[in-house]
């Protein structure tokens, strides 16, 4: 791998990591820095494999020497202790492309490397890491999932109790609905009245208006009037001094005097007439005010209690309004509890369907593990024979081993007298050796004996 898209860790870093989050016991305090660097051993590292696929995929490390005992495979022990080490390289080719090493080969189990082991180890480190944080999004998403679900349980107990409020408040129990009715009727009848008595007041109103404005206009005219009259009484008082003691005069003028006084006097009778008749109406518009007043203050009483209903209306619209309003979130909730309901539909299917296969896997897997019981009692019964044969062929080893070691005592013997046979020969060869050389010699002699006299 020329280049990596993770970052490939130190020796002292990944055996931190794997003893705390992957290995536990015995193993992670035995595991120590000496068993990845500088020649890494492989126990150690086809344990870490192991470890680390019981890990992700429940795999436990027993499951990876079962042995499928078929019947096409004669010699079912001695893949014993290959299947270990195949099983591990198996999950491994299929696991680490996840980890985004693709050249995963057996050298890796048998005969792993120092900075090819880091690397790998790196890898399953990062996507640990990876799937730690996936695990804690996924458990925060859960938490929220289920308190959404309690807000939506709380919500809909409030907007059922808030709905039976409204029922309460709304629905008039039986036995003050004739009540309720009479005082429906009662309440129109005054709303009625009230309306006659608003506009009788409001003629009134104006007549008293009216009559304010003439009794203005007569107060003006008498307030003339008693300038008149002092003005009058002045002239009359230089008419006094100017009195001509003529006789004639005196009487034109005190008949025109007594003239002016007597008009003056059916003015202020008028005019005592009127204030009469004004102090009457006054009174009359007094009582009238009075009556006002009752009714003001019956029309207050009135405004009060439109002002409750008003009020209970308010409460019953802002009601309605929250009802509304709950209504629109119980909507949603029940859309987002639909979408749930889907989602859980949807996973519940996946997980029927993964029950399923994995009921069907369990079925292969019991069937085949009756099939193997089956082969595993065939096989028990062929080793028995095998055992069997296996005696019968010790005992024949054995007599054969006692033949052996008579026909060894028989050789040994017969080769000792071979051998006492081969020394006399020897000997009896190394003197006719000597003879013969001694007879050569003699024969030498006569020879240059013989070619000396001739």
């Known amino acids: 791998m020329t280049e990596n898209t993770f970052p490939v860790y130190t020796a002292d870093a990944i055996v931190n990591f794997y003893r705390t989050e992957v290995l536990t016991g015995q193993e992670a305090k035995h595991f120590t820095k000496s068993d990845l660097t500088p020649h890494p051993k492989p126990e150690a590292v086809q344990t870490l494999y192991m470890r680390v696929l019981h890990l992700l995929y429940r795999f436990r490390p027993e499951c990876h020497s079962m042995v499928p005992l078929l019947e096409n495979i004669q010699y079912p022990a001695y893949h014993e202790g290959a299947t270990a080490i195949m099983s591990v390289y198996t999950r491994m080719r299929q696991f680490l492309p996840m980890c985004l090493v693709l050249d995963f080969s057996l050298n890796d189990l048998l005969a792993p490397k120092k900075q090819r082991t880091l690397t790998i180890l790196s890898a399953i480190m ?187 209306l308010e409460e019953h619209q802002e009601l309605m309004a929250q009802y509304e309003k709950k209504q629109k ?30 009921q069907k896997k369990r079925e292969m897997k019991e069937q085949h593990v009756q099939e193997v019981l089956g082969q595993c009692d065939q096989i028990h019964q062929k080793r028995e024979e095998m055992a ?38 020897s000997t009896s060869m190394d003197e006719l050796h000597k003879r013969i050389e001694m007879h050569t010699m003699d024969l030498k002699l006569n020879l240059t004996k013989m070619s000396a006299n001739f």
């Open 388 to 425: 069997d044969k296996i005696q019968e062929i010790s005992a024949e080893t054995q007599k054969l081993k006692t033949s052996i070691k008579s026909l060894r005592d028989v050789c040994s013997k017969e080769t000792e007298k071979a051998q006492a046979l081969y020394d006399t020969l």
């Open 329 to 358: 979130e119980l909507k949603n909730l029940c859309m987002e509890e639909g979408q749930l309901k889907r989602a859980l539909g949807m996973k519940q299917d996946k997980e029927c369907k993964q029950n399923i296969r994995r």
């Open 126 to 312: 990062n996507f640990l890491h990876f799937r730690k944080q996936r695990m804690e999004v996924v458990l925060e998403k859960q938490t929220k999932f289920r308190a959404d679900m309690d807000r939506l349980q709380a919500y809909t107990k409030g907007i059922r109790e808030a709905e039976k409020k409204i029922e309460m408040l709304t629905t008039i129990p039986p036995e003050q609905q004739a009540e309720a009715d009479e005082l429906a009727a009662a309440l129109s009848e005054l709303q009625a009245t009230t309306m006659h008595e608003y506009q009788e007041v409001n003629a009134k109103n104006e007549s008293i208006t009216e009559w304010k404005a003439t009794i203005a206009e007569k107060t003006q005219k008498l307030a003339q009037v008693k300038l008149d009259v002092s003005n009058l009484k002045e002239d009359i008082s230089k008419l006094k001094s100017q009195i001509v003691e003529s006789p004639e005069e005196l009487k034109s003028q005190m008949e025109k005097m007594r003239e002016n006084v007597k008009n003056i006097k059916n003015s202020i009778e008028e005019t005592d007439e009127r204030v009469v008749e004004l102090q009457n109406m006054v009174q009359g518009v007094t009582h009238t005010e009075a009556e006002i007043q009752q009714m003001y203050s019956l029309l207050q009483d009135l405004e009060s209690s439109m002002n409750n209903t008003k009020q209970r």
